[in-house]
Nanobody, 128 residues
Framework: QVQLVESGGGLVQAGGSLRLSCAAS????????MGWFRQAPGKEREFVAA????????YYEDFVKGRFTISRDNAKDTVYLQMNSLKPGDTAVYYC?????????????????????WGQGTQVTVSS
C-alpha cells in the first residue's frame, strides 16, 4: 500500500503560480511512476502530467505544456507540480497518483484506470 498526501493548493489570481506537493509513504517510492490529474466540477478526471521513477522521463497533457512542470525528489519521497501562468480554466481539484508498472507510452499514464493509488486531492482555484 502507498499513501499519498497532496498539499499546496489554494486561491491564486490568473497569471500567478502555485507549487503542489505530494508526499508518499508506505512502500519504496522509487518503485512507482507518479502522476497528477485534475477534476473540475461536472467534468471527468483528466491527466495533467506524469514522471518516471527516476525522473528521467516526463509526460504532459498538451494544455499544460510550457506552463506546468512535474518533478520528484526521491530522497524526500515527494513529487511536485509547479504551475505557472495559471488560468481560470485550471481551477480544479488536483490529485496525485502512483503506479508500479511503467510505460513509455503517454496514453498509458493518461488513463486514470492505469493508476493504482490516489491521494485525496487539493483544491486549486484561479480567479480572473
Amino acid at each position: 500500500q502507498v499513501q499519498l498526501v497532496e498539499s499546496g493548493g489554494g486561491l491564486v489570481q490568473a497569471g500567478g503560480s502555485l507549487r503542489l506537493s505530494c508526499a508518499a509513504s508506505g512502500r519504496t517510492f522509487t518503485y512507482y511512476a507518479m502522476g497528477w490529474f485534475r477534476q473540475a466540477p461536472g467534468k471527468e478526471r483528466e491527466f495533467v502530467a506524469a514522471i518516471s521513477w527516476s525522473g528521467g522521463s516526463t509526460y504532459y497533457e498538451d494544455f499544460v505544456k510550457g506552463r506546468f512542470t512535474i518533478s520528484r525528489d526521491n530522497a524526500k519521497d515527494t513529487v511536485y507540480l509547479q504551475m505557472n501562468s495559471l488560468k481560470p480554466g485550471d481551477t480544479a481539484v488536483y490529485y496525485c497518483a502512483a503506479v508500479g508498472p511503467h510505460s513509455t507510452d503517454k496514453y498509458y499514464y493518461a488513463n486514470p484506470l492505469s493508476w493504482e493509488y490516489w491521494g485525496q486531492g487539493t483544491q486549486v482555484t484561479v480567479s480572473s
